[in-house]
T-cell receptor, first 113, second 113 residues
C-alpha cells in the first residue's frame, strides 16, 4: 500500500487556469513534506513543509500542509506552458538515525496554449 | 555553486557487465542519497550515505548492488552483473544535513541490453 498518494495522476489545463494538486500521506516517522517539479531530468526542489497551516509561496506557486488530516496541496495560479511537468510529493521520514524521502507517483500536468 | 553532478548521463551495458555511477554532491553537502526511478514508477529510495559511512541501505537490493562515499572523491553506486531489470534512471541527491531539503542531480539513465 502506497505511503504517499498523489491525485490526480494527470491533468490537462489551458494557460491561465489555476490548478490544485493533492498529496496525502501516512503519518509513520513523518518529519516533513516536500514538493518537487520534474521535467525531463532532475527533480527540482519547490517547497519543504514541516508545520501545519503555514502557506509557503514562490511566485505563482504556493503550498500548505495539514498535519491533522495528513495532506498537502500545491497550487499553481495563472498556469503557463512552462509549468508542464510531473509534480512529485515526498514525505521525509526520519527514524533510527536515518532520513529518506518516500515519493508518490506524481501528478503529470500538461498546460496547453 | 555547482549543483549535484552525476556522470555519466547515459550508460549502456550488456547483461553481466558492471555499471558504475558517480555522484558529486553540492559543495558543503555531506549527506548523499541514491534513488532509482523505473519507467512509470515513482522515485524509490535506495541508500543514504555520509562521508565514509553507509547510514541506511534498506532500499538497496542485497545482491549485486553496493554504494560508497569515500573521504575524497564522489559517491559511487556500483551494480555488478547487470540484468535487464536494472534498466532505470538513477538519481543522486545531497543535503547539508539530515531532515533538510535534498537537491537532485540530473540522473544517470542506465540501459542494459
Amino acid at each position: 500500500e502506497d505511503k504517499v498518494v498523489q491525485s490526480p495522476l494527470s491533468l490537462v489545463v489551458h494557460e491561465g487556469d489555476t490548478v490544485t494538486l493533492n498529496c496525502s500521506y501516512e503519518v509513520t516517522n513523518f518529519r516533513s513534506l516536500l514538493w518537487y517539479k520534474q521535467e525531463k531530468k532532475a527533480p527540482t526542489f519547490l517547497f519543504m513543509l514541516t508545520s501545519s497551516g503555514i502557506e509557503k509561496k514562490s511566485g505563482r506557486l504556493s503550498s500548505i500542509l495539514d498535519k491533522k488530516e495528513l495532506f498537502s496541496i500545491l497550487n499553481i495560479t495563472a498556469t503557463q506552458t512552462g509549468d508542464s511537468a510531473i509534480y512529485l510529493c515526498a514525505r521525509g521520514d526520519s527514524g533510527a538515525g536515518s532520513y529518506q524521502l518516500t515519493f508518490g507517483k506524481g501528478t503529470k500536468l500538461s498546460v496547453i496554449p | 555553486n555547482a549543483g549535484v553532478m552525476q556522470n555519466p548521463r547515459h550508460l549502456v551495458r550488456r547483461r553481466g557487465q558492471e555499471a558504475r555511477l558517480r555522484c558529486s554532491p553540492m559543495k558543503g553537502h555531506s549527506h548523499v542519497y541514491w534513488y532509482r526511478q523505473l519507467p512509470e514508477e515513482g522515485l524509490k529510495f535506495m541508500v543514504y550515505l555520509q562521508k565514509e559511512n553507509i547510514i541506511d541501505e534498506s532500499g538497496m537490493p542485497k545482491e549485486r548492488f553496493s554504494a560508497e562515499f569515500p573521504k575524497e572523491g564522489p559517491s559511487i553506486l556500483r551494480i555488478q552483473q547487470v540484468v535487464r531489470g536494472d534498466s532505470a534512471a538513477y538519481f543522486c541527491a545531497s543535503s547539508p544535513s539530515a531532515n533538510t531539503e535534498a537537491f537532485f542531480g540530473q540522473g544517470t539513465r542506465l540501459t542494459v541490453v
